[in-house]
């Protein structure tokens, strides 16, 4: 089979819409293909599946069945092109479109629906063979208009409408994967919160005899589950204040956002001089909030791990080469110059893996900043050979175990961590 390549066009666009690029040539074609999602993140795989496989595809009349493989890992030659979680990835967004993994699926129509993954030893390849829910096309069948198809349509909305529309089981689903940081969710928070205030207001106005135009009922219709949402995505961020699951960053906003509430309270505390009963409420409150900014202060600030960092790494040094050539003084050789031609290629994949790397809702600086210090030292010479390139999370200091998965408390080393596999500790302000 020719592989087609996973990112359809060239330059920008982000993953999404490379996703949705990918989605039109799987559906429009409605053919066995294969495709190749070298660079894909964890959240492109989730677009490409909702948009690819959440209702059935087309293809020809009596045709039976059809096979997607797309190519998500391989050996020693390729594997530093695939993330590590790629293959988990794809079959968790396939699952969450209702497709169920099956190692004896094959080319019969009993196998629509369902998945499985598979080692080619002979080309040195992992893949993971999809057969989609299908339909027969029938005479004057013109219910393929991509205009009307709803995993596009999700993908063209923006990030804070997409966990609008959503329900709450699938945003409980996609926070993980696009909106990892405490910063993030509380974003989030925020847009769900704007949201339903819009939403409420819509339904005061129907209440009150008006009428609602198409767009009005529109956003009207796509507020689902907005109080379930809210309550969620907060007790998230709850949780990962409790649990010191803050950067550097949010520590410090936190912190801030505390001291402002203990002011307030310690002022209200000194007005209720007089009554009694609710300066002694006020007095609980004080403590508990001193209690709780004393905790947050306490815990060590976390580093979030960079998705693919070994891959960006690569990609950095290769670029800081390409970078030398192309400001080189003097004659070189053609072989040397021929090397350039790679450099567009290797701007577009930084690109779309930088792009994986901030989220949904990401205003803050850290991950520009673990960014910028993974260019700067890509092009120096590892020192050892421990530690992996993209760390898998991290401990705190002396327990020698792994604490949460995806990040990495500052000042932890690897010896710390008891050797774990990943590697992701590192010292205050050195590279991730």
Known sequence: LGGRAARPGAGGGGMAEKATSLAKVIRSAGETDQHDLAGYSDAACADLCKAAFAQPIGVPAGCGMIRLSFVVGGGKKVRQKYSDSLARALSDALVGVGYVEDRGASLDPSSAGSFKLQ????????????FPNVKQASAGDDEDDEDDDEGARFLRMSPADRCCVCS??????????????????????????????????????????????????????????????????????????????????????????????????????????????????????????????????????????????????????????????????????????????????VEEELAELEDACRGWFERDTDT?????????????????????????????????????????????????????????GQKKGAPP
């Open 119 to 130: 080692h080619d030893t002979d080309k040195d390849l992992k893949f993971m063979h999809v």
């Open 168 to 345: 709450s089981a699938e945003l409980e689903e996609l926070v993980p994967v696009v909106a990892r940081q405490f910063a993030a969710k509380r974003e989030l928070l925020d847009a769900l919160k704007a949201r339903l205030k819009e939403s409420e207001a819509l339904e005061a106005k129907m209440g009150s005899g008006g009428v609602l135009s198409d767009k009005e009922n529109e956003r009207y219709e796509g507020a689902v589950d907005m109080h379930d949402k809210i309550a969620w995505v907060q007790g998230e961020c709850e949780r990962m204040i409790k649990d010191g699951e803050l950067t550097e960053t949010e520590k410090k906003s936190v912190v801030a956002q505390l001291d402002d509430k203990l002011a307030a309270a310690s002022a209200a505390l000194e007005d209720a001089a007089g009554n009694a009963k609710r300066a002694e409420k006020l007095s609980k409150v004080v403590a508990s909030l001193t209690e709780r900014k004393a905790s947050v202060s306490a815990a060590p600030p976390i580093v979030h791990a960079l998705p693919d960092a070994g891959r960006l790494r690569v990609l950095y040094k290769e670029l800081a080469d390409l970078e030398k050539i192309e400001n080189a003084k003097g004659l070189q050789s053609m072989a040397v110059l021929s090397r350039l031609n790679n450099k567009p290629a």
């Open 368 to 424: 520009e900043a673990q960014l910028k210090r993974l260019k700067q030292n890509a092009s120096k010479p590892a020192k050892g050979k421990s530690g992996g390139a993209g760390g898998s999370g991290g401990s705190r200091p002396g327990t020698g175990a792994s604490s949460f998965a995806g990040f990495t408390p500052v000042g932890v080393t690897s010896a710390s961590r008891g050797g774990a596999r990943g590697g992701g």
